[in-house]
């Protein structure tokens, strides 16, 4: 009787352990997916600008950046003029091409 409760106690010790290791490696490989995710939220931004063509039309675009990468240039409805053709845009050329 006393070695059945021996072996019990010792088969409880062996999967408490099991399950501890077992969920600890999930709880931290969560965290660092976690933290990775937040990384990349923090890290993306939106901004609007003006992108003009060789006829200086030119027209107001949403560009979400995620870093330095663009994911996505959504162009804004109404948000358009046509400069004449004299006319000389004041950014300088890498604000001009400088998406993100």
């Known amino acids: 009787m006393k070695n059945i409760m021996k072996i019990i106690i010792l088969v409880s010790i062996i999967i408490l352990i099991m399950a501890g ?4 490696n999930k709880s ?3 965290n660092a997916i976690k933290q990775q995710e937040n990384s ?3 890290n993306t931004y939106t901004h609007t600008k003006a992108i003009c063509n060789s006829s200086n039309f030119c027209q107001d ?3 979400i950046c995620q870093g330095s990468e663009i994911k996505s240039i959504i162009p804004l409805t109404g948000a358009v003029i046509q400069h004449s053709s004299d ?3 004041p950014r300088a050329e ?3 091409n400088k998406l993100c």
Not at 21 to 24: A, C, T
Request: net charge negative.
């Open 61 to 63: 675009n949403e560009i």
């Open 21 to 24: 290791i077992f969920f600890l």
């Open 87 to 89: 006319w000389q845009d």
């Open 94 to 96: 890498e604000e001009r």
């Open 28 to 30: 931290i490989t969560a």
């Open 40 to 42: 990349e939220i923090l």
